[in-house]
């Protein structure tokens, strides 16, 4: 078949397609949104699989979950955190016995280039004693994923493909292979399914007696390799995934190559790991992320007679993206030469709302609304609007995790903030505010929720929202909010001294409020306007 | 045969299309190609940049080294110094003078000029007013993918075509706005050269 150029995000995607996929859902999440984008498009060109955005990862995965109850293969993807959420049917899962192939995708993003944090989703591997690939290059994302839906249909657990932004976000050549077909319908296994603690201790069981099989395919994989110099000993590497790449690059710059063991499946590959280790006097560990590969080598007490240097040890840097430069000194490398700035001072170019984003109108309208209070305080969440934090605006004063202004709204006024306000966008909302929002309107908390409804997950791209325009008014009513003060507004220039005054009275009445600003993201509205 | 840039500019700018229009062509002459980009959150009018590697060798990493890059190409002039250490102390820096202002301490635009022309090769190009030229302001990436043409290891009637291909569903006005803004960009470039150190000069349409 002919060579594409693919991001490798849609290397993971086209992978999965021809594995024979029969359904992919997801969340929209930085760097994992190309995936599902892929699979949507193939989807509806071809009829041939289901591909959607779910509400939140959690659904998705349990959607995922129920096509390989039925026997079919099934995909999720998201972003690094979107694990989080999704971490209870993900760890459950792995006692369920998938016999339709499940591939869970999450894209971590060291460096935090979109994210609150870099947690490193291979620990969630290893947690949950699941199968993991961590490709270091597009070819090997496609590649891992084809034969992820095989290891999980061989040991009836969910297969990880961890995926860095650097890979997800970058384009390289792919060359795909035949496709192959989807499975049939096949319904699961109650006892294997239904995981009351006589089942769960049973698959429990089954899932820690695979290890060492697990082990073994990771010891055979051709996505490893360890070549070794006989004639200098001093150094080995280790290095996973696009870590390897950055150790590669410099090689040519040694008269004298170390021994490079390159990881990327796991559970560890023991018996080639040993193999370096014992070749060498000095082991350098170099992954991108969390130190995990270090961690098991050094154990508490290390290696007798050996140093083991890397991330802890403080030879590669700890925290941040790793890069050719950084894993240099590391292999004792000077820094190349390169022109530089020489003192002269660049202005930094944050991130900022687009030129006329209703969400600018809202702050305004809210931070006019505000002069008159003095203790309060902002609480928001994830989406476009986190922006309201940079000038000019500086509007909010938290951004955690999703769904998190609604509650944390909620403690903060009943810690005895006043006013105590909540801003979280339409999709958001969908995506883990209404079960705060719920409890808020049973204690009538004194509060007010600000929901953003532009129709649209704007930060991403653009992605549906589920609870959008009328059916969220509806559901705001639903989980029991007092008519009366559920407020609609306008966010427009024109309307800020208006919608200064509701907001104000919403903040003056004791209990709960639910302010809707509603105007569409304009980056849609474009979109709209070409068709498209 | 290998090169290396480095493409900047601010969210939005079209960098992006830069970058495909000169991934594809490479791909068609049998390169290697790799192209890192940003997505997600930067976008939103922040400074994005794309490293884009080109071989006839296997490439590793997907970025770029500090110390490797052949060629600056930047929409914008506060960009272009932004990625000025991954440049290598021979490299080049092909740079819009039309500065895209949306933060409040943004610099003295001859301040920066000036700096860029600091570096020993260098080309500054009015690619706003090429761009308005070509019939759309829109198509300043063109202008300067047009002004680094010449220097790129592909050939420009692969990239000419990938511009079509790129445009093609926009309709044919916008096609041809862009292979004109394209074209005026290379007649710029050409007509200007990058002598070394003192004698560093800029494009007719540039200064
Ligand atoms: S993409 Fe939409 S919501 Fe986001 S800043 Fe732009 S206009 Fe506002």
Redesign the interface.
Same mark, same amino acid.
């Given at each position: 078949m002919k060579?594409e150029?693919l991001l490798g995000d849609e290397a993971v995607a086209l992978g999965a397609i021809q594995a024979g996929l029969s359904a992919g859902y997801s969340y929209p999440g930085?760097?994992a949104?190309?995936i599902m984008e892929y699979l949507i498009k193939a989807a509806t060109k071809t009829k041939a699989f289901v591909a959607s955005w779910s509400v939140n990862e959690k659904v998705a995965y349990e959607e995922a979950l129920g096509v390989s109850f039925a026997g079919k293969r099934a995909l999720v993807s998201m972003k690094h955190v979107g694990l989080n959420v999704a971490a209870d049917p993900f760890m459950n899962s792995a006692l369920t016995n998938a016999h339709g192939g499940l591939v869970v995708v999450p894209a971590d993003d060291p460096g935090m #280039?979109?994210s609150q944090n870099e947690q490193d989703s291979r620990f969630y591997a290893d947690f949950a004693n699941i199968p993991c690939f961590e490709p270091s290059n597009h070819q090997e994302a496609y590649e891992m994923t084809r034969q992820a839906f095989d290891v999980s249909e061989k040991f009836g657990v969910p297969v990880m493909i961890r995926l860095v932004t650097?890979?997800s #976000?970058?384009?390289?050549?792919v060359r795909p292979r035949e496709p192959r077909g989807q499975n049939e319908l096949k319904h699961g296994a109650s006892q294997d399914w239904t995981l009351l603690p006589v089942n769960a201790r049973r698959r429990f069981r089954a899932v820690l007696d695979n290890q060492a099989a697990m082990v073994r395919l990771s010891e055979e994989s051709e996505f490893n390799s360890l070549r070794l110099n006989d004639k200098d000993r001093s150094l080995g590497v280790i290095a996973s995934g696009?870590a390897f790449?950055?150790v590669?690059?410099?090689l040519r710059d040694l008269e004298n190559p170390p021994s490079v063991l390159k990881v990327c499946t796991y559970p560890l590959p023991g018996k080639l790991i040993r193999g370096l280790v014992e070749h060498v006097d000095n082991v350098l560990v170099v992954e991108e992320g969390y130190p995990l590969i270090e961690r098991s080598l050094r154990g508490l007490f290390g290696i007798a007679g050996k140093t083991v240097k890397g991330k802890l040890s403080g030879d590669i840097p700890l925290t941040g993206e790793l890069?050719?430069?950084t894993v240099r000194p590391a292999l004792g490398l000077k820094?190349?030469?390169?022109?530089?700035?020489g003192g002269?001072k660049?202005?930094?170019?944050?991130?900022?709302?687009?030129?006329g984003c209703p969400h600018a109108d809202t702050f305004q309208a809210l931070n006019k609304a505000l002069k008159e209070y003095h203790q309060g305080n902002v609480f928001s969440d994830i989406g476009?609007y986190t922006?309201g934090a940079y000038?000019?605006y500086q509007a909010v004063q938290t951004c955690v995790c999703m769904g998190a202004s609604v509650s944390m709204a909620k403690g903060g006024a009943e810690a005895g903030i006043h006013p105590s306000i909540a801003v979280i966008g339409d999709s958001t909302f969908g995506h883990s505010g209404l079960t705060p929002l719920l409890e808020a309107a049973a204690a009538d908390t004194n509060m007010t929720v600000f929901i953003l409804d532009n129709g649209t997950v704007a930060?991403?791209?653009g992605q549906p929202s589920y609870a959008s325009g009328e059916r969220l008014l509806r559901m705001i009513e639903g989980l029991g909010v007092v008519k009366e003060h559920i407020r609609v507004i306008e966010p427009l220039p024109k309307n800020l001294d208006k919608n200064a005054q509701v907001i104000k009275e919403e903040i003056d009445h004791h209990g709960l409020s639910v302010i809707v600003a509603v105007r569409e993201c304009l980056e849609e509205a474009k979109k709209r306007r070409r068709g498209g | 045969m290998k090169q290396d840039i480095i493409l900047a500019g601010?969210?939005g700018q079209g960098i992006i299309s830069i =970058?495909y229009v000169i991934?594809?062509a490479a791909?068609e002459e049998g390169l290697?190609?790799?192209? =890192?980009?940003?997505?997600?959150?930067?976008? !939103?009018?922040?400074?994005v940049q794309s490293h884009l590697r080109l071989s006839q060798a296997h490439?590793?990493? &997907?970025?770029? /080294?500090?110390?490797?890059a052949d060629l600056v190409l930047s929409v914008e002039p506060?960009?272009a110094?932004?990625y000025?250490?991954?440049? !290598? /102390?021979d490299?080049m820096i092909i740079a819009s003078r039309a500065p895209f202002v949306?933060?409040? &301490?943004? /610099?003295d635009v001859e301040t920066l000029l000036n !700096?860029i022309r600091k570096?020993p090769r260098h080309l500054i190009i009015d690619s706003e007013k090429l761009a308005k030229e070509a019939g759309s302001s829109r198509t300043q990436n063109m202008v300067m993918l047009g002004a680094a043409a010449g220097r790129l290891i592909v050939r420009e009637e692969n990239l000419t075509r990938f511009i079509k291909v790129l445009f093609e569903r926009h309709g044919e006005t916008i096609v041809a706005s862009n292979l004109k803004a394209f074209a005026l960009g290379q007649a710029v470039a050409a007509a200007a050269d990058f002598v070394p150190a003192s004698g560093a000069r800029e494009g007719k349409g540039g200064g």
């Open positions: 060579p150029i930085t760097p949104s190309e #280039h979109s650097r890979l #976000h970058s384009r390289s050549t696009i790449n950055y590669q690059e410099n890069s050719p430069e820094p190349l030469e390169s022109l530089d700035l002269f660049l202005a930094a170019r944050p991130p900022q709302l687009c030129v476009c922006l000038p000019p930060m991403t791209g | 601010v969210g =970058a991934a594809s791909l290697e190609v790799k192209q =890192a980009e940003v997505h997600g959150m930067s976008q !939103r009018g922040g400074a490439i590793w990493s &997907d970025l770029i /080294p500090r110390g490797e506060l960009e110094l932004r000025l250490d991954y440049l !290598r /102390p490299g949306n933060i409040q &301490d943004y /610099p !700096r570096i």
